[in-house]
Structure formats: C-alpha cells, structure tokens
C-alpha cells in the first residue's frame, strides 16, 4: 500500500525521433528532479532510440488510493 506523500511518480517516456509515448515507469522525484533520459527500443521505427520524460500529466495513469 502507497504511504501518504510518496514521493514516486508516474512518467511516460516519449521517443525523441517519432514522437510516440511506448514506455511508463515510475521514478523519485525527491532523488532525481531532473528529466530521466533512457534508449529503449521503438517499435515503429524499429530501432533503438533515446527516450525522454514528458512534462504531460498523466492523471489516467497515476494510481489513487482507495476510499474504506
């Protein structure tokens, strides 16, 4: 179960060459404020490329906690 103020967040990476969101993950935002920076394969281009945090909010990914 998620404590009060977790400081992880959910982020979608997008591919810097097509411009397609593929990847998700979560990261500490208090551990690295700066932008996550991966190469991950792209599956429409059919090739390794670099991939970057977006700035988007993805509130239809984040997870909410349960009301009891």
């Known amino acids: 179960m998620a404590k009060k103020g977790?400081?992880?967040k959910t982020i979608g990476?997008?591919?810097?060459?097509?411009g397609h969101r593929h990847y998700y993950t979560?990261?500490?935002t208090q551990n690295t404020?700066?932008?996550?920076?991966?190469?991950k394969y792209d599956p429409v281009l059919r090739?390794?490329?670099t991939y970057v945090e977006t700035k988007k909010s993805?509130?239809?990914n984040e997870v909410k906690p349960r009301k009891r």
């Open 6 to 8: 977790d400081k992880r």
């Open 58 to 60: 993805l509130g239809r």
């Open 47 to 49: 090739k390794h490329v």
């Open 33 to 39: 404020p700066e932008k996550l920076t991966l190469r």
């Open 13 to 18: 990476l997008v591919s810097e060459e097509s």
């Open 26 to 28: 979560v990261k500490n």
